[in-house]
C-alpha cells in the first residue's frame, strides 16, 4: 500500500510538472506572439517650426497633426526665431529616436547642423515652408522639400489685383492720374517668398498693363501688428490716397486694414488690399470685404504632403507615389481668392 502510494504520489507530482511545463511553453509562445505583432513598431515624427506666433504656419501644422494616425507619434517644438534653439531641439529629437524629421529652418541659410545632425544619425529631413538653396538641399540624398512655388503666388496676386484694378477703374484710380499708387507690405528679409511675391506681384501688374507708381514699401516680417505701425506711417506720409496695397501675407494685410480702421478712414477711400494664405482670419475679411482678395496657400495640401512622405521614409518604402520633382521636392499649387469664390475655402 505504501509503495502504490508513493507511486501514486510520484505520478502525481510528475503530472504536476507536466502542466507547469505546458504552461510555461504557452506563455513564452504568446508573448513571441505579441512580439511579432508589435514589429510595426511605431513611428515618431519630429516637427519643428521657426516660430510659434505665425499664423499661417500654426495653421500647417493643425492640418499636419489632423492626418496622425493610430500608430504614429509626433512631437513639435518652436524655436522663438532663434537658429541656435532649433539645432537644439533638433538635436534632441533625434536623441530620443525620430525616425523623420520636419524642419521649418529659423534661417534658410543656416541649414548645415541639422543636415549634419541627420546625415549621422541616418534620420531623413522634409524642410518645408522656408527653402534653403539648391546647393544645401543637394548634399545628402534624404533632404527633401514641401511648400508652394513662390513666382507662381506673386504672379497671382499681380494678375488679382490687375483684374480688380480693371473692373473698378474710377474707383481705384482715386486721384485719376491714370497710374495706380501702391505700396508693398514685405515679410521677412531673405525669405524666399517676400522677395519673389514682392517683385513678382509687380511686374506681373506691369505686364498687364497697369501703370504703377510705387509710393512707398514697408518690412513687416509677416506680422499684423508690425504692418499696422508701417501701414499707419504710409498713410501719414502720402497726402494723396494709397490705392492698392499689395501685402506678402494675410496677416500684414490685416495689418494695413487695422491701420485704416484706426486713422477712421472710409471704405471709398481704402485702397484695394490683397493678401497671400487664406487662412481662417485671411478668408473672414475676404467675406466681409475688409479686404479684397488673397491667393490660398495650400496648408492642407502641403501637411499631407509632409505627413506621407514622412510615413514612407520612415518605413522605408518607395516614395514614387508622391510624384516628387527631381526626386526631392513637392509644390502644392497656389489659387486666387476673392468675393466670388471665397465660400469654397472656408471650412476646406
Ligand atoms: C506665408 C507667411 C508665413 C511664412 C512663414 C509664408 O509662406 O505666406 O504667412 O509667415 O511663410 O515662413
Ligand atoms: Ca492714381
New binding site residues.
Partial sequence: MTIRNTFLQQCNRFRFFVRILVLLVLSVSLTGCARTQSTHKEIKIGVCA??QY????TQLIDCFDENVEDGVSVEYAYASQSQITQNEQVRKMIEKGVDVLCV?LVDRTAPNTIIDLGKKNDVPIIFF??ELVEEDITQWPKLYYV??D?FE?GIMQGELAANMIRRESLNADKNGDGKIQYVVLE??AG?Q?SIV?TEYSVKTLVDEGIDVDKVGYAIAN??RAQAQTKMAQLIERNDEAIELVLA?????ALGAVDAYNSAKISAVDRPIIIG??G?DVGLEAVVNKTIAGTIY?DKEGQAKAMYDLSILLAREEPLNSLGMEDGRYIRLPYQKVDASNVLQFIHK
Avoid: V
Fill in positions: 521657426y516660430d505665425d499664423t499661417f504656419l521649418n515652408n522656408r511648400g508652394a513662390a503666388s515679410g521677412e525669405h517668398d511675391r509677416w506680422n506678402n501675407n494675410d496677416d500684414m497671400i494664405d487662412t496657400n
